[in-house]
């Protein structure tokens, strides 16, 4: 993978792969090593979490923002109509024309809100937003959010905070294959190798929160799933051998060997 490897999202280009999120972290201390553990350069925070519209507090004092791009996220909204107010709130408040819409469409597992995150996509690709919707694994949908302009669709492993890993290989490959704009798989992600299988899929890239919030070193989980999006990015360029039809196969060549040697009893 060269320098110029770049992930490219609303006219910004990342050279990290991985995007961290702020929730669900011990302290503020912890949240800001580790970002810069996982050499994120964009981060993702819920807007209703900022108190834009009260007090103002943030969860993210003490984290040095001036060298990431912010995605705000629509977390909690459970109607297209909250997902597009909790966007132009967070626009308004010069955080940043970026927004992850998340519109809740079942409140225990989470999963999203077809038609609701479909209709707040176009609402706010229409007023000029960079729009990274989040979905599910459903293809159609997926391909239906990128035919709407988005910037990237962000389909689900897992449910959110799940830590299940990927559920639905399947589905997850159609949509990395068929997607005509970036896939950056968001939630659910358990562990580093999630990352890389996803990466050396073709995803463009990933978000991880509560795979490392909640390990017992996060920094150093954060390192981990930072190193693993390199090495599947990297798998993913180099072009991974497949399988070879099911069937064993010597990794030397055997021409130019002698003969095996006769198992015939001398005389």
């Keep these: 993978m060269t320098n110029s490897d770049t992930l490219r999202l609303g006219g910004v280009d990342l050279s990290s ?8 972290f011990s302290s503020a201390d912890v949240l800001s090593r580790s970002i810069a553990a996982s050499g994120a350069q964009m981060i993702t925070l819920a807007v209703r979490r900022l108190h834009l519209d009260g007090d103002r507090r943030s969860e993210l004092e003490g984290v040095d923002l001036a060298a990431l791009t912010l995605l705000p996220n629509t977390a909690g909204a459970t109607t297209s109509e909250e997902a597009v107010r909790l966007a132009r709130l967070a626009r308004a408040s010069g955080l940043s024309d970026f927004i992850k819409i998340e519109v809740v469409g079942e ?4 999963l999203p809100d077809p038609i609701g995150t479909l209709e707040a996509t176009i609402r706010l690709v229409a007023e000029g937003f960079t729009v990274l919707p989040y979905t599910s694994d459903d293809v159609a949908l997926a391909l239906r959010l990128g035919a709407a302009g988005a910037a990237a669709v962000m389909p689900g492993a897992a449910p959110i905070g799940s830590t299940l890993g990927v559920l639905n290989p399947y589905n997850m490959k159609l949509i990395i294959e068929k997607s005509e704009v970036p896939v950056i798989v968001d939630a659910g992600l358990a562990a580093p190798s999630d990352a890389a299988r996803v990466m050396e899929w073709g995803a463009e890239g990933v978000l991880v929160n509560t795979g490392i919030a909640r ?18 990015r990297t798998a993913y ?5 497949g399988v070879a039809g099911g069937t064993g196969g010597a990794s030397s060549p055997s021409a ?11 005389s």
């Excluded at 360029?237 to 051998?241: E, I, S, V």
């Design 237 to 241: 360029l180099a072009g991974l051998a």
């Design 17 to 24: 792969r991985l995007i961290h999120g702020t929730g669900k």
């Design 215 to 232: 390990a017992h070193d996060p920094v150093a989980m954060a390192g981990a799933f930072a190193a693993a999006v390199t090495a599947g």
């Design 107 to 110: 409140p225990e597992t989470l």
């Design 256 to 266: 130019g060997l002698p003969e095996p040697i006769s198992n015939a009893k001398s």
